[in-house]
């Protein structure tokens, strides 16, 4: 049997979402943003579902994007609703509030499931960052744009134009992060943090969501200009020659020549 490439188990009102690649450091493949974006869609319409928290299995949140499928030219969306972003997450809006429980290294796209959600808890060991420019890439799931905005601007273009990564104690003091628990615990900080929030009028938190987040008709309206501009510099950034650069060099084990073009 095939392993599902993300689980979905309810405690009480709250839904866990488990990106389940653990041999794989949970990088999100088409089976990933496909069972991610079903869990989402689910807990969207099930009204006894009043939060979300999103984790990866073993030791690894989300390494990012699989290079695998990538090298292979895989798709990585979901074959029916591409518009929900990278892991089915990153551009799929939901009434409920969404917890991250980073339960290791979340760097590149597992940074922006991060940013993707609207709370976060992080284990002491777990590193955030955005290192797509260290390979001739941009972080394309919303973390050139949305870095910016849970960021002082300065410690946001430090991060995106070093590609370095940061502590969870700092992304804590930054205000990237809610709190940092002791490693091995964070699932369970999560659901206490959701349990905080179930305990409220539903309605009335989902409503203050939507208001807080600038919803209209189920889009963040916005980070709309975001994800345009992201489309129109990730077309041109992906057809030069430092973006074949990067991989390759990573692949060789040696240091990128970049020419810019």
């Known amino acids: 049997m095939t392993t599902p490439a993300a689980l979905a188990e309810r405690r009480g009102n709250v839904m866990i979402i488990t990106i ?20 989402l869609h ?23 994007a699989d290079l695998k499928a990538i090298s ?8 029916e609703h591409r518009e929900w972003g ?25 940074t922006e499931l991060a940013l993707a959600s609207d709370l976060v808890v992080a284990e002491e060991r777990a590193k955030f960052g955005l290192p797509e420019v260290k390979r001739g890439l941009i972080a ?10 849970h960021l002082p601007r300065k410690v946001a273009l430090e991060m995106l134009f070093t590609g370095e990564p940061m502590s969870a104690a700092d992304a804590a003091k930054w205000g990237l992060i809610n709190e940092v628990v002791p490693d091995g615990t964070v699932v369970d900080a999560a659901i206490a943090l959701a349990d905080r929030i179930t305990c409220n009028a539903p309605l009335a938190v989902w409503a203050s969501k939507r208001v807080a987040m600038g919803v209209d ?20 950034v992906m057809r030069s020659e430092d973006a074949k650069e990067g991989p390759l060099a990573f692949a060789e084990k040696r240091q990128p020549v970049w020419k810019a073009k």
Do not use: M
Not at 72 to 79: A, C, G, Q, S, T
Not at 217 to 236: F, S
């Open 20 to 39: 389940n690649r653990p041999e794989a450091r949970n990088a999100v493949n088409s089976a990933v943003s496909t069972a991610v974006g079903d869990a």
């Open 42 to 64: 689910l807990a969207q319409n099930d009204p006894d579902v009043r939060a979300v928290v999103l984790t990866g299995a073993g030791e690894s949140f989300c390494a990012g």
């Open 72 to 79: 292979r030219r895989e798709n990585l969306f979901h074959p």
């Open 86 to 110: 990278f892991a089915g997450y990153v551009h799929h809006y939901i009434d409920k509030p969404t917890i991250a429980a980073v339960n290791g290294t979340a760097l590149g796209g597992g």
């Open 140 to 149: 394309a799931a919303g973390g050139v744009f949305r870095i910016v905005d």
């Open 217 to 236: 008709k189920g889009v963040i309206v916005g980070d709309e200009p975001g994800w345009a501009r992201t489309l129109r510099e990730v077309i041109a």
